[in-house]
């Protein structure tokens, strides 16, 4: 089976993409190539972040590699905060803040809608691939929910009447972006496997 490193920190995702990519690939983290150090994520977009933390890996650490870089988009807030997510009211990068400081801005706007957006960047056999997954969905008049994570207790998916932080992870991971995402690149992967 193939090895691919997936350039991510966080462990909770790791997990998932290891679920999502069983049979197809084997993953290791930074962790197991011996990757500590701060990978630079800034170019301003989700495809430019993740084929940035991509190629970080590949040419420094030589192996073939994939990353992500995902954050909710707010039509009426002319798409923000987009790759500002994570510290959209300031470094700290405070989910609570953050989803206060959305909530505040939001206020008397009737449109509600937004999106949440992954985009995995995948560097193999020195080609370069990309996989999105969006997921639309109302923003909430306030936080509900204490699961998830990030703005999870605002964001209502089309379909459905609870929160991503009320349906719980099992319902959430089966339709969100970076499941949508995943997907793809997964397919993706057992085509060349084919
Ligand atoms: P990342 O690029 O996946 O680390 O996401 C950047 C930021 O976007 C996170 O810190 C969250 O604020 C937000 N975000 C991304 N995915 C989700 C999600 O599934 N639920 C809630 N917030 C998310």
Known sequence: MRTLVFATNN???LAEMRQILSGEVQILSLADIECREDIPETAGTFEGNALMKARF???R???DCFADDS???VESLDFAPGVYSARYAGEAHNSGANTDKLLSEMQGKSNRRARFRTVIALILDGGEYMFEGVINGLITEEKRGGGGFGYDPVFVPDGYT???AEMGDGIKNNI???ALAGRR???FLSNCNA
């Open 162 to 164: 609870q929160t991503f």
């Open 61 to 63: 650490y030589g192996y």
């Open 57 to 59: 890996v590949k040419e």
């Open 176 to 178: 969100s972006h970076r």
């Open 185 to 187: 690149l997964s397919i």
């Open 11 to 13: 462990l909770h995702k």
């Open 71 to 73: 954050g909710l988009e």
